[in-house]
């Protein structure tokens, strides 16, 4: 078995089309709170609507079938797989954070879903009440004093900052691509990971359609806010421009 991260580049770059869609179903309304640092809003504009136009045209589609043939029970137990690998990320994280009870309660809830939950498929841990803490390795940057920088969109990335963009290629490599020696399976299971997020999407995305005037000033201040909150576990400073 051997670890294959040219793949896990490719895979990362499919894995991120769903980050848009993320930002517009998880975010706050914009104007609350967080000031965007965005000068090349021009270029990030661009890439917005070509991240847009892929989502319409390809991801969306294909998330549309994929939820119409799997039954809601298969999906969860897809959600509840990759989620126990973002888990086991989020401990390494903790660690790294000095955050010592969060990084416990992280791996207990590993080791319980991968040995109860039947490699993840199941996700006792929630049941029994042990809580997610959710960190990524820009958090973790963000958490010893590495400045956001300016808000960038990059094409098939999606929404990011100066910061988060250093820290993706380790967030988004991680997962279970890293334990096969096959390149379709490296490759393959990012993809599922994508289009099982999107389906799960599917309704939060076309409500904003209908509701958002400006999708890139929702998208781009809500991504803005969600970060510094996560940075700041909840509890940011007054923001201002780096």
Same mark, same amino acid.
């Given at each position: 078995?051997?670890?294959?991260?040219?793949?896990?580049?490719?895979?990362?770059?499919?894995?991120?089309?769903?980050?848009?869609?993320?930002?517009?179903?998880?975010?706050?309304?914009?104007?609350?709170?967080?000031?965007?640092?965005?000068?090349?809003?021009?270029?990030?504009?661009?890439?917005?609507?070509?991240?847009? *136009?892929?989502?319409?045209?390809?991801?969306?589609?294909?998330?549309?079938?994929?939820?119409?043939?799997?039954?809601?029970?298969?999906?969860?137990?897809?959600?509840?797989?990759?989620?126990?690998?973002?888990?086991?990320?989020?401990?390494?994280?903790?660690?790294?954070?000095?955050?010592?009870?969060?990084?416990?309660?992280?791996?207990?809830?590993?080791?319980?879903?991968? *040995?109860?939950?039947?490699?993840? !498929?199941?996700?006792?841990?929630?049941?029994?009440?042990?809580?997610?803490?959710?960190?990524?390795?820009?958090?973790?940057?963000?958490?010893?004093?590495?400045?956001?920088?300016?808000?960038?969109?990059?094409?098939?990335?999606?929404?990011? *900052?100066?910061?988060?963009?250093?820290?993706?290629?380790?967030?988004?490599?991680?997962?279970?691509?890293?334990?096969?020696?096959?390149?379709?399976?490296?490759?393959?299971?990012?993809?599922?990971?994508?289009?099982?997020?999107?389906?799960?999407?599917?309704?939060?995305?076309? !409500?904003?359609?209908?509701?958002?005037?400006?999708?890139?000033?929702?998208?781009?201040?809500?991504?803005?806010?969600?970060?510094?909150?996560?940075?700041?576990?909840?509890?940011?400073?007054?923001? *201002?421009?780096?």
């Amino acid at each position: 078995m051997r670890f294959q991260f040219p793949s896990g580049l490719r895979a990362m770059a499919c894995a991120s089309l769903v980050l848009v869609v993320q930002g517009c179903a998880s975010t706050p309304a914009p104007g609350s709170g967080a000031q965007a640092n965005d000068p090349i809003e021009g270029f990030n504009r661009s890439m917005f609507a070509f991240n847009e *136009t892929v989502d319409e045209n390809v991801l969306k589609p294909v998330a549309t079938g994929y939820k119409a043939v799997l039954p809601s029970i298969a999906r969860t137990g897809v959600t509840n797989f990759y989620n126990n690998f973002d888990d086991a990320w989020s401990a390494v994280n903790s660690l790294l954070q000095l955050k010592l009870e969060a990084a416990a309660s992280n791996t207990m809830r590993v080791v319980m879903n991968t *040995t109860l939950g039947i490699g993840g !498929l199941f996700d006792w841990a929630t049941e029994l009440r042990l809580q997610r803490h959710s960190e990524d390795f820009g958090q973790t940057l963000g958490h010893w004093g590495v400045g956001e920088g300016p808000y960038v969109v990059w094409p098939l990335l999606g929404p990011s *900052t100066a910061r988060d963009s250093v820290a993706l290629p380790l967030d988004l490599a991680v997962g279970p691509q890293l334990f096969v020696d096959n390149t379709a399976l490296s490759i393959g299971l990012p993809v599922l990971n994508v289009i099982n997020t999107r389906a799960n999407l599917l309704d939060a995305s076309a !409500l904003l359609d209908d509701i958002v005037l400006d999708k890139y000033i929702f998208v781009r201040d809500g991504f803005l806010q969600r970060r510094r909150n996560q940075v700041y576990d909840g509890n940011p400073p007054e923001a *201002t421009k780096n």
